[in-house]
Structures are given as C-alpha cells and as structure tokens.
C-alpha cells in the first residue's frame, strides 16, 4: 500500500474465523512487513552482484534464492526455477547423492559435503554439462535451516588444464625428438664402424678367392669379418637393453 507520505509499505494480511455476538465473522489483521522486505529485496540486489553463483534451498532441497549469476550459468530465471527442487541442476548420479547426503546430515548431523567444496558436473537448461565448484554452508534465516550454495564455473578452468597439459606434451615430444636425434647420430657412428669393417673385410676376401695362394688370407679375413659382425650384434643389444629399461 501507499503511505501518506507516498511511501510504499507491505503487510502480511492474517485472516481468520470468529464470532461476533453469535453471528460468524472474519476477522482480519495488518503486520507490517515492510523492513523485512526491503531487507529481502536489498539481499537479492546485493546477491545479484556476486560473480559466483548462489543458491539457496530449504531443509527439503527446495531452491528458495537463485542469484542473477546463478540464472547466467543454467539458463533459468528465478522465476522458473524458484520452488523447483536443487536436483533439476544436477545430473542424474549427483542428485540421487545430493538427496542422501542432506538426509543424513539432516538425521545424524554428519557432513558429507557441508562444508567442504567439491567438483562435479551440472546440468543446464539446455541440457549441456558443465563442471562447476560447488561449495555448501549450513545457515539459519529467521530461525530456519537453510543451505546456501556456491557455485562457480569451471569451464575455462578446464579448458586452460587442457591447454596446458597438451602444451606439455608438445613440449614432452619435442624433448624425445630431440633425444631421438642425438641416439640415432651415436646409434649411428657406433654401428657404421663396425659395418665399414665388415664390408672392406668381405671385399678383400672376394680378391683373395681369386688368387691361389690366398686360402689362409681369406681365412684370417673372415675371423676379422666375424668379428665385427659381433660387435655391431653388441651395440645393437644394448640398444635393446636401453629401451626395455625405458
């Protein structure tokens, strides 16, 4: 109602059966609610300037406040969801949790997640899932349980964790590139001595078979060919050993 001043002022309206000299009344009567109002209206501004989220639910998980970042991050406005149940912002294995753990802290005063900030995945409106933080207090509004929730957006977050865990890999790679290169530049001197060996020794005994008395030459080449070829069989098994110890 309008005061005489022009000022706007709020009643509760309390209606009520009686009688009056035998006869059946209503009987009515004015409270004046208009601090807790203003208080009210002055707590949702206040709670639509925060940048997180909050929500407010009743002892039954009744959403009661739904902030103006609350409603950016689901899509719903306040007046849709105000009244729902908290579990319409959940998905389907985090809100048959939800209900159990305020059950029992409800029962046994056991905090589950009162208290302690978590991660998990919300629902939107749309339907799209989005990792939130979320972080539960117990309060007490005009003498009622309440839990007010506070949730942030982790989608960026995840994002920039993402980013960077590839970039490290990159960079992982580009290290094992550049540890590759520098193994196969020694893998590679280690093995071409030996082979060099073997063939000049191969060569020579082609020539020596031509010649008559080349019989014992041919002989002490092939010793030296053998044993080349063992020595590039070594380099290559520790090769082998390195990496199985990688």
Known sequence: VRGRNGDTL?????????LVDGRPEILGSLVDVTEQTVAVAETS??????????????EHGRIETFNQAASELFGYSADEIIG?????????????????????YLATGN???????????????????????LAVSDIQISGRRRFAGIVRNLTEQHAAREALASQRE????????????????????????????????????????????????????????NTQSLRAGAVIERIQRFARAQ
């Not at 501004?45 to 009743?58: E, K, M, S």
């Not at 319409?88 to 949790?97: F, P, V």
């Open 111 to 133: 905090a589950a997640i009162i208290g302690v900030g978590r991660e998990l995945v919300a629902a939107t409106k749309t339907g799209e899932r989005v990792p939130i933080y």
């Open 45 to 58: 501004a206040i709670l639509d300037t925060a940048v997180d989220g909050i929500i407010i639910i009743d």
């Open 84 to 104: 729902e149940r908290v579990n319409k912002l959940m998905t389907a294995g985090d809100a048959s949790n939800h209900d159990r753990y305020l059950e029992n």
């Open 10 to 18: 709020f009643y509760e309206v309390l209606l009520q059966p009686a």
């Open 170 to 225: 990159k960079l992982a790679h580009v290290s094992r590139l550049s540890t590759m290169g520098e193994m196969t530049a020694s893998i590679a001197h280690e093995i071409n001595q030996p082979l060099t060996a073997i063939s000049m020794y191969a060569q020579a005994s082609l020539k020596l078979l031509e010649r008559d008395d080349g019989k014992e030459k041919v002989k002490d080449a092939l010793e030296k060919l």
